[in-house]
């Protein structure tokens, strides 16, 4: 996902600052924060007048962490969205919504946790984020925070889903304090928070169904955000609202279609902090893996996909033997940063 999809969102000005605080010529200083004013219209004239808070000690520490912050609040919408929905339709048997009113609710969290964190790009999934790195050229040093920052997003909205709807769930347990997870009760609550497979599917059918629905959502993301194509541009959550909502309908009755690390196993663990137990582990012969690890294989696969098949911008798959000269000894130095813009041709001299 591209970023910057908030229209609103704040910008900081990165500018060489003087000992006074501003920048040369009187600019504002580098943590100098300016947004759209309430007209809409962020003129400079208007600009100028918002307030300088280069020494505020926030200011400073929100510059540091903003991308982080913004995947994990991100990742704590859609969680809130997503577990919200599936509680309040597990724990009123089906009398408050359906099956496709949680395809709805996963829908709508991810569209809005993607307009609240265009600022970092709006990854929300681990998988996606390790997808942009390998063909999109995001930084492999960012990698490691956005992973925690979006499992900790996922961990502390389960936790809050969790506290609203304790009652209920005492209620709909058969006991305060008694909690159990699919497979080992007829009143189980734990997939309320992480996604626990049909009890008829195998480990291979576990996995595949994952994958199959993971490179959906990675082959649509690119999608959606490639302008060489039709392209969704400001349109791309409301595009990807029927991303999840088609996944959901169509793919999601086997495993729940976590396809996110972060989404599955920041509420698992949080759901084992709660008191779940050692099941929310073992359940679906030992399932907890499979949402970690097919998703990180599918997405990979969808961006493959879309890029060998469509994408003709910048890519490792549109470089030489598709970019696999990278692991080979000897040819990494004799392509790396050349460009491929044009084909040698070597005109015959006529006979």
């Known amino acids: 996902m591209a970023k910057d999809f908030a229209q609103g969102e704040l910008k900081i000005e990165h500018r060489r600052t003087s000992s ?30 918002k307030p300088q808070n280069g020494g505020l000690l926030w200011p400073r520490i929100r510059h540091f962490m903003r991308e982080p ?12 969205f997503g577990d919200g929905v599936v509680a309040q339709v597990v724990l009123s048997k089906g009398a408050k919504g359906d099956y496709q009113s949680i395809s709805w609710g996963w829908g709508i969290g991810v569209m809005l946790g993607v307009y609240s964190s265009g600022i970092s790009g709006a990854h929300l999934n681990p998988a996606v984020t ?12 960012k990698f490691p925070i956005y992973v925690l920052a979006q499992v900790l997003g996922a961990m502390c909205a389960s936790g809050v889903v969790y506290a609203n709807y304790k009652s ?18 007829e009143n189980a609550s734990a997939g309320i928070f992480c996604t626990y497979p049909a009890e008829f599917m195998t ?4 996995f595949f169904s994952e994958f199959i629905a993971s490179t959906l959502l990675m082959f649509l993301i690119y999608a959606l955000k490639d302008d060489g194509n039709i392209g969704a541009g400001n349109l791309t959550p409301l595009g990807l609202f029927f991303v999840i909502f088609g996944i959901g309908a ?10 996110n690390l972060a989404r599955d196993f920041g509420p698992r663990l949080m759901s084992y902090f709660l008191g779940y137990g050692h099941e929310v582990w073992s359940a679906g012969n030992y399932y907890f893996w499979v949402p970690m690890v097919a998703p990180f294989c599918g997405c990979t696969f969808g961006g493959f996909l879309y890029d060998v ?19 080979v ?18 005109e015959s001299s006529p006979v």
């Open 20 to 49: 006074e605080g501003t920048s040369d010529g009187g600019l504002p200083s580098p943590y100098h924060e300016t947004g759209a004013p309430i007209n809409r219209s962020p003129t400079a004239e208007a600009i100028s007048r």
């Open 69 to 80: 912050m913004s995947e994990f609040i991100g990742t704590f919408i859609l969680i809130m």
């Open 130 to 141: 390790f997808a942009n790195c390998v063909f999109r050229k995001f930084s492999w040093r």
């Open 168 to 185: 209920a769930i005492d209620t709909f347990e058969g006991g305060a304090g008694l909690r159990t997870v699919p497979g080992f009760s």
């Open 203 to 206: 480990k291979t059918g576990q």
């Open 250 to 259: 169509c793919w999601g009755w086997e495993t729940g279609y976590a396809i």
């Open 309 to 327: 098949l469509l994408y003709t911008g910048e890519s490792p798959i549109n470089t030489p033997y598709l970019g696999l000269y990278r692991f």
């Open 329 to 346: 000894p000897g040819m990494w130095h004799a392509y790396d940063n050349k460009r491929f813009d044009e084909v040698d041709v070597k």
